[in-house]
């Protein structure tokens, strides 16, 4: 028997980031908002004395349990995709903050040239320059539309940081000031100045000092305490969607939580969504929240899941390429490069947005009329801190057990650095997502089944950055460099990034795109899918700044809906930006 709940404005699925950016909007602007999350409800005082690398780093213990709900992966639409049960390439949130709760912290904007990539590439290069079967388009708004809501969302979270010299225009300064630098940082700043580079400390959402944000929470100054990638900051000094847009819905009176509240479907009738259906995950018991709009809020993987689960939109199909939701689903080219120096560095201390950042190879900020892919990535030295377990980093051949590993990893605390990019993961039609037609999760219902691989685009990317990097590890005075240039088939085993992007993309053309520019479905009015599953391609950067501020748009999105009656925010065009 499904118990029926009063009504709401608005509801939520998950409570993360973008979550928690539509509750404080609309709560504040005076709706009833519902945030329905699976996980627990978790507070930054949780978090005191918890710096245990085993149960955070190693068992993972803030992540989403994958022996409830995975995803399936397979590499090609021939093989038979496995169901991945132990961590790996990313890292998928659960709880009240989400993944925000466990965030580096890194907070980029993109680029001007990503929200345009196929007209500014063919008006560049020309079309013969874009893949057949790399599906890139335009996401239907521009960098300066997108503007004041990077914004909003940097002031929410006081994101300390230094201008890019490549950056679109910024209507104001960053809220904080840049992190501390370290001698690590200083060196790789000067010796990319020395080849010509433009180096500047990276955008960070750990705190350079104390910040109020316009709402008036306030995040406390970063300790560099090191146990901040995976762990929850127990100095309440790394933003995070608990120390201010939860808080700030809560305040209001508006916003009711439910938390291990797992959403399975969205009940909708010709055209228009009614509301949700959940389980209580303590009681087994099933709900309906009903609501004027419902808005998806449950990640990437999850935003998807539950379109085609309810079946909302057309399913892409790989085939014929038509259909949209699970259309365009990309990852990220990332990876580090090791150098050994003479000298000691002092990396003990640090955080996990701690870093120097070239962006002179990411986007279109270098000239690919010779080269054999497109966009790029930026490079960095990042000083994220090392802790006990994890940190063993020896030279090559270097045996990986016995008294030489022993003495090596002792000898190389302190000498080794590693300078990392993040390449950018351009759209292939063959890269999908859609149910799994055997695998279900613990309530019943069909696994997401994840289908990519890497293509020459990416290995020709991942070699090019490869070079670039090595070149900065010798300017930096390294010796037994070694950057992997190779790029085999996408693994979910070695961790790469959580920065998985797609499915249910942004554009102005509804045969295109799944959503407009307020992330509202074309083809049902109330239903809002928020997040990096807008991304129509994934830029050479973190992808949360681009989320905060899609959220910031959507909400405004939804109150417009709510104050006006209803209807579609935008006119959808036939547009030529589009394969
Ligand atoms: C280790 C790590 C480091 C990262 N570092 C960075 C970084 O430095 N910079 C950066 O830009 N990004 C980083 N990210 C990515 C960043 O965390 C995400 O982009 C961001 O959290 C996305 O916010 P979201 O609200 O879309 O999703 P999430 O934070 O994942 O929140 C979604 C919420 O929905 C809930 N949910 C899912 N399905 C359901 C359901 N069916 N019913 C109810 N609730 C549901 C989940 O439990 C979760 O709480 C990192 C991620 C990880 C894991
Ligand atoms: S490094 Fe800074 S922001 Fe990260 S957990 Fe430690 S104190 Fe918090």
Redo the contacts with the bound molecule.
Sequence with gaps: MVQRLEKADVVT???????GIIAAELTKAGYKVVG????AEQKTEDFLQTKDELRFDSRYDLL?NLSNETITFRNTSDMTALPMREYGAF?????LG???V???????RFLPYDFEIRSQTIEKYGEEKIDTDMSLQDWGITYEELEPYYDRFEKTAGISGEENPYGGFRSDDYPTPPMKTTPALRLFKNATEEMGYQPFMAPSANLSEQYTNPDGKTIYQCQFCSFC??YGCDFGAKSDPINTVIPTAQETGNFELHTY???TEIIHEDGVATGVR?VDLTTGMEYEQPADVVVL???VL?NVR?LLQSELGQPYDPESQTGIIGKNYCYQVEFDGQGFFEEKYNMHMGA??LGMAIDDFNGDNFDHSELDFLHGGWISLRQNGRTPISSNAVPAGTPSFGREFKEQSIYNFYRMLSVGTQGASLPNVNNYLDLDPTYTDELGNPLLRMTFDFHEQDRNLRAFLAERMEEILTQMGASDISVDKELGSFDVEPYQS??NTGGVIMGDDPETSAVNNYLQMWDHDNVFVV??SAFAHNSGY????T?GALAYRAAEGIENYLSNGGGQLVQGEKSKKHV
Aim: glycine fraction near 24%; charged fraction near 5%; hydrophobic fraction near 35%.
């Design positions: 699925v998950g409570v993360g980031w973008t979550g329905l999350e699976r996980g989403q890292h998928l949130g659960t709880g989400g993944a925000g466990h965030w580096s912290g890194v907070t980029w990638s995976r509240a797992n959403v959940f809020t449950s990640f999850n539950l996990g947005a959580t920065h997040g990096a973190n992808p949360t700044g989320v």
